[in-house]
Nanobody, 116 residues
Framework: QVQPVESGGGSVRAGASLRLSCTAP????????MHWYRQAAGKEREWVST???????GYADSVKGRFTISKDTAKDTVYLQMNSLKPEDTAMYSC??????????WGQGTQVTVSS
C-alpha cells in the first residue's frame, strides 16, 4: 500500500510562501497520481490540486495562479508550492493517492496557518 506522509506546514503571515511535501514510497513504481485537499475548521474538505501519472495538473479556482503542484519521481514525493498565501488558505492540508492502482490512501495532514 502506498502510504503518503505530508510535511512542510507551518504558521506564516499573509503574502508568504510555503512548500508542502507528500512523500509516498511506491508512488512512482505503482504509477499513482496524487491529490491535495484542505479542510478549514468548521468547513467541508475542499479539493486543491491534482497531479496525474503523466504529470498533468489541475487546480481549484481559489488557488490557481498561486499554487503549483509538482513531483520528484526519484524521491516519490509530490510538492505543493504555495505563494501569496492568504488567511483563507488556513487549513489542514492532506494528500491522497489516486484510487486507480493506488487505493485512494490518505496521509495524516499538515496544518497551514496564515495570519493577516
Amino acid at each position: 500500500q502506498v502510504q503518503p506522509v505530508e510535511s512542510g506546514g507551518g504558521s506564516v503571515r499573509a503574502g508568504a510562501s510555503l512548500r508542502l511535501s507528500c512523500t509516498a514510497p511506491g508512488f512512482t513504481s505503482n504509477r499513482c497520481g496524487m491529490h491535495w485537499y484542505r479542510q478549514a475548521a468548521g468547513k467541508e474538505r475542499e479539493w486543491v490540486s491534482t497531479i496525474g501519472v503523466d504529470g498533468s495538473t489541475g487546480y481549484a479556482d481559489s488557488v490557481k495562479g498561486r499554487f503549483t503542484i509538482s513531483k520528484d519521481t526519484a524521491k516519490d514525493t509530490v510538492y505543493l508550492q504555495m505563494n501569496s498565501l492568504k488567511p483563507e488558505d488556513t487549513a489542514m492540508y492532506s494528500c491522497q493517492t489516486t484510487v486507480l492502482r493506488c487505493g485512494g490512501v490518505w496521509g495524516q495532514g499538515t496544518q497551514v496557518t496564515v495570519s493577516s
